[in-house]
Each structure stands twice: as C-alpha cells, then as structure tokens.
C-alpha cells in the first residue's frame, strides 16, 4: 500500500501554493497556484488519487516567534480546511522567510527575472519550501 500524501500550503490573500511530498517523502513537487475555491478542488483531487495524510501548512510569525494580523486569518483557513478534511491531519509549521528563499531557489533555477515574478511561481515555491522544511525536521527526528 503507497503512503498516503503530505501536502504544503503556502496561503495568501490572493492566491495559495500547493506542493505534494513524493511517495518517498524525500522531496517537495509544485502542484500549482490556486484561489480558495480551486484548492479545494486540487485538495480533493489528491485525496481521491492518493489520499492526504497530513496538510502542512504554512503559519506566519514573526522573527521572535510572535502572531501578527496574517496569524488570524491562517487560524481561520486551518479551521476551515478540519471542516473540509476532518480526517486529515494538519499542521502548521512556521513560514518565517519561506518567501524569501523561494525567492533564491528560482533565482537560482534559472530564468529572467521576468519569468521568475510570474503570478504564482512564487506562491508555489513558497509551498515547496514549506513542506522541504518539514520533511527534513522528520528526517532529523527519525
């Protein structure tokens, strides 16, 4: 039987990056850029496929550890997502400067500046950078 999914969440206002674990759970793939409406469908349709074992999903705090007006608005989407997906596990994991290394990653990958600021790139690196950073907090437990 193949592992069910772990699945990073980069929430923002406007759009929100969604990035799957491989089977492995080595490492983080984009999914894509979505609005609140077409994650839910994305979210159900890895669910169908594979299932979903936990949503990790991105919680901003600031440098010393403490909430802001953002924190507010992830509690609610947190909530909302154990409505969708009561048998999911979901759990948050700090986004501090996520952003900005999704920023170096596709600096590095390569591209114009141009092609690295398209809507959503950044959404979706963001994600992966989030659910990497978890996978490698399980591997140093394990």
Do not use: W
Not at 78 to 104: C, G, N, Q, T, W
């Amino acid at each position: 039987m193949e592992k069910k999914r772990l699945v990073g969440i980069d929430y923002g206002t406007k759009r929100i990056g969604l990035a799957v674990a491989d089977p492995l759970r080595m490492f983080a793939r984009p999914v894509g850029t979505f609005s609140r409406e077409g994650l839910q469908s994305a979210l159900e349709e890895i669910e169908c496929q594979d299932g979903i074992e936990t949503l990790i999903v991105g919680y901003p705090l600031g440098s010393g550890g403490e909430t802001n007006a953002m924190t507010g608005v992830i509690d609610r989407f947190i909530a909302e997502l154990k409505e969708m997906f009561p048998h999911v596990a979901i759990e948050p994991i700090d986004e501090y400067h996520s952003s900005r290394e999704a920023v170096h990653i596709l600096a590095a990958a390569g591209g114009s500046r141009k092609e690295r600021q398209k809507k959503g790139r950044l959404d979706t690196a963001a994600a992966c950078v989030l659910l990497t950073r978890y996978l490698e907090g399980r591997s140093e437990s394990l």
